[in-house]
């Protein structure tokens, strides 16, 4: 059954909308679909079904999660140290596994997790729960910004604690596909909700006082004024892979074990556990 929606204006730039597609969401609920007049923002009727739709938080169909979290430790580290200061403290906001986090850390940068709704497995000892009022250099949010129901409060938490947030996101094309046309709906696992365009995404740097930069599926919203062609460069795998290796890092690996442990990296009588090497 379908729940008929309140949603009457943009949640992105207040236009009004249009009822504009509906498709099958988790097999079984009609679903409708509204996007904006003016910046093209798509989301969907209230979400009704999430609690359904996270009953398992990772969807078993996203079998790019590892993958995924490879090549954006590659892009992240690049555009840190091209563009950030890396002695900041960071944070992964909506870290999932936190896997990422863990491969950052291992990048030697000083990076903590925060997720709602999925258990920390990597990251252990690093999460930071409630961060309102803490500060970091830079907040980290992938694959986040299609979940969200009302994306502007969740950037304004951010943005209490950060001037810059690096996140990723699929952009809607021109003309737009409908749902059942591209595969980023998701309409097996109802996670995704809301889909973005860049109109959409340069009115909310505008709204906040923010520059906008994208490229790719990589998006940073931020105060500070950067190069888009060292941003560019970041965004690029193989380039960033290169800038990597040529600038070098010192990973926390041996410091954090001797944080979780008490012990250090093979310390007389303790010996070197094959999980931290």
């Known amino acids: 059954m379908s729940v008929v929606s309140d949603i009457m204006s943009c949640k992105i730039c207040s236009a009004p909308v249009d009822n504009w597609a509906h498709a099958e969401v988790l097999h079984k609920y009609q ?11 798509v989301n969907t009727e209230r979400p009704y079904w999430l609690n359904e739709a996270y009953s398992e938080p990772i969807a ?5 999660l590892v993958s995924r979290n490879l090549g ?13 200061s890396h002695e900041k403290r960071f944070l992964d906001f909506g870290g999932g596994t936190g896997l990422f986090v863990r491969l950052m850390r291992d990048r030697g940068h000083d990076f903590f997790w925060s997720d709602e709704h999925t258990k920390n497995t990597f990251a252990t000892g690093f999460d930071v729960g ?4 803490q500060r970091f250099g830079l907040i980290t949010a992938f694959e986040v910004f299609e979940h969200l129901e009302d994306p ?3 950037l304004e938490k951010l943005l209490a604690c950060t001037d810059s947030v690096l996140f990723t996101t699929g952009l809607l094309a021109s003309p737009p596909p409908k749902p059942g ?5 998701t309409l097996d696992t109802g996670q995704h909700i809301s889909f973005f365009t860049k109109t959409s995404l340069h009115l909310l740097a505008r709204d906040y006082g923010l520059h906008f930069y994208t490229s790719g599926g990589l998006h940073l919203l931020t105060k500070k004024r950067i190069s888009r062609s060292l941003f560019w460069l970041a965004s690029r795998g193989r380039i960033a892979r290169l800038l990597n290796s040529l600038i070098g890092h010192r990973s926390l690996l041996a ?20 999980s931290a090497q």
């Open 31 to 41: 679903v409708s679909y509204f996007m904006c007049s003016v910046c093209g923002f």
């Open 60 to 64: 078993p169909s996203d079998l790019g």
């Open 72 to 84: 954006l430790a590659v892009t992240a580290d690049a555009t840190i140290r091209l563009l950030f």
């Open 130 to 133: 409630d961060f309102a009022g």
């Open 152 to 154: 502007r409060p969740v």
């Open 181 to 185: 046309e591209w595969w980023y709906y």
């Open 255 to 274: 410091a954090d074990y001797e944080r979780m442990t008490g012990s250090k990296l093979g310390q007389p009588g303790q010996g070197k556990s094959r």
